[in-house]
């Protein structure tokens, strides 16, 4: 029976990439020959950027169409349009969703620059003609694409009211977390470190504080947020599973505002307003948790009772920064950057009498910091009215460190005494890189992006540095670990959104990417290519494939997410990661407000790394190669998601069925099994409603399969026979049968949160309440076998029992917010 379905999944796995080549080369063909015949129409372009009137902040999608002739186009990610028309009398309609449309008369004789502004709210109103007037899901070329407006997602319920980017992303189908509480993404099958995680186009290698239970994104200083799951287009590339694409706010050009928040673990804010009015603007936002400073005195004093001067604590910061400087209504620079750091520390002294006439000090510390800093310098050109280009200079650092130190000294000084001792293990990676970016639109039927760029890697896998002194001995000073690894990834790519008649279109592209590093240079050339059918209307049918090569792994431990996790590039030994994905689905508007899309998608993974059984980033070793194996993945399932976005109440219901299995040649005897993550069920449900301007309210629920993890099934009692061995039975030796053959308990929670505003004299406020895990549900969070002791003659007086441990009981939460 196995072999059975093993030939069919082959059959089935040579069928869909047969057939989904044959829909990129048929993509290829109508993008070369298809819909660039002359017209003899004398046609002229309308071209220009659509702005929030309020704040000049771009509105990224929005559309802009004839209401004639329904050609149209949507604005860039940096809010330029350009529609081809031909000449004579047009009404021109500019729409954003939770904005008033704005039309303009125009009596198109040459090549017209014309900015949109708009303004007004719909939020809470059910207008039939705004949801018509913006795009809809089926007519989109894309699919796997899912997009959440930060309004939305600061309304969503979240654990200690910290609203949050990647738990908001977590609610949409194909997207698993990892465990309770965690911000990391699982993407179809995915790994963490298969998400191209972009802030303004600049990776961000660790997007956790705390742990993992909350995200480095700051919802009070971004525009936009954007997921894609499959069918990638062309111009990203670099990871496997996901791009979630983050875009920072410009500053607003108008007036000056400011917005913030206090709450039970962070206080935030965000001040914004004009350099020049209408030229230069800026915005800076910041955030920090203040749990260190409030405990303080209670830590203190609590080492005080135990005769020592000591301090603890443990804190996480964000900053983000922008300038967008608007020199001439075509060029314009922006200067944004990123800076945040988790730190933990712990520092005692203690001071006794050692003798009738000498004092002793001892000194001890303990720190573990990580942090991400980002940087982005941009440049835009209109070269022409349908030329628009994009030049951009990047830095991103991520690093870690851990270290430990203590110093013993003697008053009056004792050099038989005196000791010094620290230790520091650092990782990071480094990146530069600089790229330019073109999109052509001749006509409305077609959107040519193209572009390349080079991302120069320094990878810093391990260094330990080791001092100490001891007694008036000589000194030890020694740096030891694994070298910096240097490399370049560069890429090209050229891809085509084109509409032919009225009823097809796709997105088709092609990306080559190469690396390379320490003499070894790897290509690839990678077909992508998404497209719809319209059915009618309101129906549409769609299908994707697309090819991903990934040159950076992420050496992962299990467990709670510490982040010594290292990134290290692809080698001889440890070759670049590789996927293909095919999906299939449809997609359908109906009762004018509510949008409907089913998808399937099959996605093969190879080259991927574990730890060999037994290692850890805690094992050492200068070669990191030597401690992982090296296998494949593969992962399929179906997604629902349902969605209204329009009237008093708006939410989605996503759920996703899947299977995702890893294969190692020396993992469980070289047998399949399923991931860690593999999660047969997740389904969640958003709802938000507003009840009037003053009064909003949330609510989500989510139910997922339980987490797949190994136990063992039977124990025995080792053998000491080292050659010092007493020769007595001594360590535990356990059997596992299978990897991950054991299912936790289904996870499940609801999570609800109200709103209350109020317009001040000078402020508007909103008071937030709500609860995390409402019903108190008592989800896994680990295993262990833990020993019991039974009653005196009994059998056995000690026998194992498994254990499950939760993390969070209901956790209500209170927060107050302020603008002005």
Not at 387 to 401: D, G, I, V
Request: hydrophobic share 35%; with cysteine; charged share 20%.
């Amino acid at each position: 029976m196995r072999k059975v379905a093993a030939n069919f999944l082959t059959i089935t796995k040579s069928v869909l990439i047969r057939s989904m080549k044959t829909f990129v080369c048929a993509c290829l063909v109508a993008l070369l020959f298809g819909n660039f015949s002359p017209s003899f129409a004398q046609n002229f372009i309308l071209s220009g950027f659509v702005e929030d009137a309020s704040s000049g902040e771009k509105l990224i999608g929005a559309n802009v169409f004839d209401k004639e002739s329904l050609k149209g186009t949507s604005a860039n990610l940096y809010g330029f349009y350009s529609l081809t028309l031909p000449a004579g009398n047009h009404t021109i309609i500019a729409s954003f969703v939770g904005f008033e449309p704005t039309s303009v008369e125009i009596d198109l004789q040459k090549n017209v620059t014309l900015d949109f502004k708009l303004g007004g709210s719909l939020s809470l109103k059910e207008v039939v003609v705004e949801a018509e007037q913006t795009s809809k899901i089926q007519e989109e070329s894309q699919m796997s694409v899912a997009k959440i407006p930060i309004q939305t997602i600061q309304k969503i319920p979240a654990l200690f009211g910290e609203r949050d980017v990647l738990k908001a992303l977590q609610l949409l189908p194909g997207v698993q977390s990892g465990s309770e509480g965690s911000s990391g993404l699982y993407v179809r099958g995915g790994g963490p470190d298969q998400n191209l995680m972009l802030l303004d186009g600049v990776p961000v290698y660790n997007a956790s504080h705390l742990f993992g239970f909350f995200s480095v994104f700051n919802p009070d200083a971004i525009n936009s947020v954007e997921l894609i799951k499959g069918g990638f287009p062309a111009h990203y590339g670099g990871r496997l599973s996901s791009v979630v694409d983050i875009r920072m706010k410009e500053g607003n050009m108008k007036e000056f505002h400011g917005n913030g928040s206090i709450g039970i673990v962070s206080s935030k804010l965000t001040l914004e307003g004009p350099i020049v009015k209408d030229k230069a603007s800026f915005i800076v936002s910041g955030r920090r948790t203040y749990i260190d400073i409030l405990s303080r005195p209670i830590i203190r004093n609590q080492f005080k009772r135990d005769g020592i001067d000591g301090v603890a604590g443990y804190y996480f910061y964000d900053l983000n920064g922008k300038v967008n400087w608007k020199i001439t209504d075509k060029d314009r620079i922006y200067l944004s950057t990123y800076l945040g750091d988790d730190k933990f520390y712990l520092d005692t002294e203690q001071e006794y009498q050692y003798t009738a006439t000498q004092r002793i000090s001892d000194q001890f510390g303990v720190n573990l910091n990580w942090g991400n800093l980002t940087t982005a310098l941009r440049y835009n050109k209109v070269i022409s009215p349908n030329l628009f280009a994009n030049f951009t200079a990047t830095y991103s650092r991520y690093n870690f460190s851990v270290g430990q130190s203590s110093k013993t000294t003697s008053d009056p000084t004792d050099a038989s005494i005196n000791q010094n001792f620290s230790y520091e293990y650092s990782s990071g990676i480094y990146d530069w890189s600089g790229r330019a970016d073109f999109d052509y639109i001749p006509n409305t039927n077609h959107h040519i992006k193209f572009g390349g760029g080079d991302i120069y890697h320094t990878f810093i896998p391990g260094i330990n540095v080791f001092n100490s002194s001891f007694g008036g001995a000589s000194d030890i000073d020694t740096t030891f670990g694994a070298s910096r690894i240097f490399g370049h990834e560069y890429f090209i790519y050229a891809e085509d959104d084109i509409k032919i008649g009225s009823r097809f279109k796709a997105n088709v592209g092609l990306h080559f990417a190469g690396f390379v590093s320490n003499n070894n240079h790897f290509k690839s050339l990678q077909p992508r290519a998404s497209g719809r059918y319209l059915i009618n209307e309101l129906l549409s049918v769609k299908a994707s494939y697309a090819e991903m090569q990934q040159y950076i792994h992420l050496l992962t431990n299990a467990g709670i997410g510490l982040p010594t996790d290292l990134w290290v590039p692809a080698t001889e030994n440890v070759k670049p990661q590789y996927s293909r994905q095919v999906a299939v689905g449809i997609a359908q508007s109906f009762l004018e407000k509510f949008e409907i899309s089913i998808e399937g998608y099959y996605k093969w993974m190879n080259n991927l790394i574990e730890y060999k059984e037994g290692a850890s980033f805690f094992t050492g070793g200068t070669n990191w190669e030597d401690q992982v194996e090296l296998g494949r993945g593969w992962s399929y399932g179906a997604e629902l998601f349902l969605q209204k976005k329009v009237g008093k109440t708006t939410g989605w219901i996503g759920y996703t069925l899947s299977w995702t299995t890893r294969q190692f040649d020396n993992l469980n005897f070289g047998k399949p099994f399923p991931y860690r993550y593999d999660r047969r069920h997740d389904l969640s449900i958003v709802l938000v409603h507003e009840f009037n301007e003053r009064i909003d309210v949330a609510a989500t629920w989510v139910y997922g399969t339980g987490n797949a993890v190994s136990l063992p099934l039977e124990r025995y009692a080792g053998l000491d026979i080292g050659p010092y061995s007493s020769g007595f039975l001594s360590n535990e030796v356990q059997h596992f049968e299978e990897r991950n053959g054991y299912r936790m308990a289904a996870y499940h929670r609801l999570d609800v949160g109200v709103n209350f505003h109020k317009k001040k004299k000078y402020w508007d406020r909103t008071w937030s309440i709500g609860a995390y895990n409402a019903y108190s549900r008592k989800n896994p969070f680990f295993l262990n076998f833990e020993s019991q002791f039974n009653a005196p003659g009994s059998p056995n007086t000690e026998s194992k029992q498994l254990v499950q441990y939760s993390l969070f009981p209901i956790i209500p939460y209170i927060s107050y917010g302020f603008k002005f």
